[in-house]
């Protein structure tokens, strides 16, 4: 069982920078999918990057040119570097992942089948 631990989260104002980490464990799939959610209070959860085991990126585009997703395999972590943030930003993050490439084309929180607890992001503006 593959196992999610988030880090990073925190708060800072309008314009500045967050990088959030998550750990994964467990039995490591040949091709997967990980990525990064946002949710708030009464809201869906929605995707914000993606990447798999290709390396193939994908982005929401509200977020495009300001945030970056990657993957260091030697410390099986995945990072998420927040720039230029906006108070739109803020929510509880989640990382997310699953063997299953589709997921990172779909970004559905549905086709993800291992989440972190989340680590929460405010943006204050």
């Known amino acids: 069982q593959e196992q999610l631990v988030e880090s990073g989260g925190g708060s800072v104002q309008a314009g500045g920078s967050l990088r959030l980490s998550c750990a994964a464990s467990?039995?490591?799939?040949?091709?997967?999918?990980m990525g990064w959610f946002r949710q708030t209070p009464g809201k869906e959860r929605v995707g914000v990057a993606s990447?798999?085991?290709?390396?193939?990126?994908r982005y929401a585009d509200s977020v495009k040119g300001r945030f970056t997703i990657s993957q260091d395999n030697a410390k099986n972590t995945l990072y998420l570097q927040m720039n230029s943030l906006k108070p739109e930003d803020t929510g509880m993050y989640y990382c997310?992942?699953?063997?299953?490439?589709?997921?990172?084309?779909?970004?559905?929180?549905?086709?993800?089948?291992?989440w972190g607890r989340g680590t929460q992001v405010t943006v204050s503006s």
């Open positions: 997310a992942a699953d063997p299953n490439l589709a997921a990172c084309y779909y970004k559905d929180y549905g086709w993800f089948g291992y």
């Open positions: 467990g039995y490591r799939y040949s091709s997967y999918c």
């Open positions: 990447i798999d085991s290709y390396n193939n990126i």
